[in-house]
């Protein structure tokens, strides 16, 4: 059943993978890039959250690592599992999760340690363009309407020359969880009626 569910979900993100935000010609433009999804979800949900990686021609990376900082005190990493491209690609996918304390205030952050990697030592092409990783997130029952940033840092990354190389500008765009209750629903205001 999860399996039909991922399948469907990504195949709803693939279509509609982010487009670059920044203006053709831009600094992000000219160098790798990895972009966390945004997804709004329920109280109690289950959420499947993509990570894409768009390679840069000059700049082709057989690894990098990034840490995902978020509040966690209604969201809860569960696992990462390799997406299309990193499977096509003989990609491994590495998570390391942090649970901080929380601070005076009740607020605890957590911090996820995400690492793509080609397996081959001397790899001819770099990570390839598309889905590499979806995060599976679960939202607490609890939850109350709020915004959670995936604030997004790429703290490493390595070329494809032997040795590798450290690349120092890869790009990365924070995710997004919003948090909505099922019962909840705006209502649109008909032209009609409001006139």
Known sequence: ??????????????????????????????????????????????????????????????????????????????????????????????AVLTDGAADPKGVTRSKLRLTLSLTDKQPQRGLPEGLLAYLLFQLSTQAKPFVIKLNTAVVSAQDIQNPPRKVSKVYAKAGMVVVELADVNPEATCFFFSH
Request: aromatic share 8%.
């Open 1 to 94: 059943m999860l399996g039909v569910v991922a399948a469907c979900f990504l195949i709803g993100w693939q279509t509609s993978a982010p487009a670059p935000t920044d203006a053709p010609g831009s600094a992000s433009n000219a160098v790798p890039r990895v972009v966390v999804g945004e997804i709004t979800g329920n109280p109690g949900n289950s959420l499947m959250i993509p990570l894409y990686y768009t390679p840069y021609p000059n700049v082709p990376l057989r690894s990098f690592t990034v840490e995902i900082e978020y509040v966690s005190n209604s969201l809860k990493f569960k696992r990462a599992e390799k997406g299309t491209a990193a499977e096509s690609a003989g990609a491994e996918v590495e």
